[in-house]
């Protein structure tokens, strides 16, 4: 298949309304599109990403005005949420109506929504006035593109379109935030840091990877302790005193490290994520930073744990389900 990069928004929207899949800019990262409406076109999502069926996909729509004919209208919680974060990188998940295929949502009761702030993904959805069931644009458990070119290196033979939008500015996945009881549950870490929900709601629950892992009651499916890989060992570590002096051949750090600290290794590949220490800006570069170490030819990476704070803490966990243990 030849697969076109353009920022042809009618082609898009005329693949996903003929039922077919359409990569597309988010601010988040690039998301790999279908009617959420058709179960065979969101078939196609789980084929093409080779992704387990349990793992549920989140709707992408262009505005509130769309949430009546997917879930049952938002709580206190939720409502204050979508105000401040929507459109954006926040995903609400939200009692379901039938509507909604099951194999969206891998049978669960509830739906994960969200409003995409990027002007390329609020194009494609009020061009084709249907909700669009989209993941990320990557084999699963790769990781995450934030370019169009990483969309074709990875499905480019099998796709027709990616509609380009250039670096994706916020660089890693949505925060997913749980509303359906009393307490709002944060399920993943992302693009709005907990202190940003915390101080829209109060306090939020955390989910722990335990919950993900949990057999019987998955809080999200999707949230497996190993995700988001690179092809090259990484590990994680919590400060440069826990670097080996030897052995080790990539480095993933937020600042410079010294000079004298680096003579003391043998690094052959370097990324900073961001020299003044922004979280915002590590973020945007962390999965670029990645592919380039896997690029690079080396053994092993070893990253350096970001400060708990912020987007520090999404990226942390990013790390962690991309290191070795
Ligand atoms: O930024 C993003 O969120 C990107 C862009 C494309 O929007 N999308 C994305 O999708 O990251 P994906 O499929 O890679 O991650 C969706 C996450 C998974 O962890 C999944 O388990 C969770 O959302 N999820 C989806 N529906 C859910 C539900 N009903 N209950 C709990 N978790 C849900
Ligand atoms: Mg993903």
Redesign the pocket.
């Known amino acids: 298949m030849k697969c076109v990069i353009s920022q042809d928004i009618n082609a898009g929207a005329d693949l996903i309304r003929n039922g077919e899949l359409v990569a ?1 800019a ?8 279908a009617n959420a409406l058709d179960p065979e076109a969101v078939a196609q999502i789980f084929e093409v ?1 080779q ?1 387990p069926h349990f ?6 729509i262009s505005s509130v005005n769309q949430l009546d004919q997917l879930t049952f209208g938002l709580s206190k919680q939720a409502a204050k949420l979508a105000e401040q974060f929507w459109p954006g ?1 926040l ?1 609400l ?2 009692p ?1 109506k039938d509507i909604v295929p099951d194999l ?3 049978g ?5 929504i ?1 409003i ?1 702030a990027h002007p390329i ?1 609020r194009q494609l959805l009020e061009a084709v006035e249907l909700p669009i069931a ?5 084999k699963f458990g790769c990781l ?1 593109p934030t370019h169009a070119e990483h969309v074709a290196e990875q499905l480019g033979s099998e796709i027709k379109l990616i509609l380009d939008g250039g670096a994706c500015t ?1 660089g ?5 935030v ?1 509303c359906l009881g009393e307490l709002p549950v944060l ?2 870490p ?2 709005i840091s907990l202190e940003e929900i915390e101080s829209c709601i109060g306090q939020v629950r955390l989910a722990e990877i335990e919950d ?1 892992a949990e057999a019987n009651s ?7 302790p190993r ?1 988001y890989a690179p092809r090259t060992r990484l590990f994680l570590v919590n400060n440069r005193d826990e670097v080996p002096a030897k052995g080790l051949n990539g480095l993933l750090s937020l600042y410079p490290l010294e000079e004298t600290f680096l003579k003391g290794h043998q690094f052959s590949a370097q990324e900073i994520l961001s020299p003044t220490g922004d979280l915002k800006i590590a973020a945007g570069r962390l999965f670029t930073a990645l592919r380039n170490l896997d690029a690079a030819g080396i053994d092993n990476i070893v990253a350096l744990r970001m400060p708990e704070k912020g987007l520090g803490r999404t990226i942390n966990n990013r790390l962690e389900r991309a290191a070795v243990s």
């Open positions: 597309f988010t601010e988040t990262v690039y998301g790999l599109g990403k992704r793992d549920p996909l989140i709707v992408h990188p995903t998940v939200l379901k969206v949502t891998s669960l009761d509830s739906v994960a969200r995409p993904a989209a993941p990320s644009a990557n995450s916020v890693v996945e949505s925060t997913v749980q399920l993943r992302g693009g993900h998955p809080l999200s499916p999707g949230m497996l995700h």
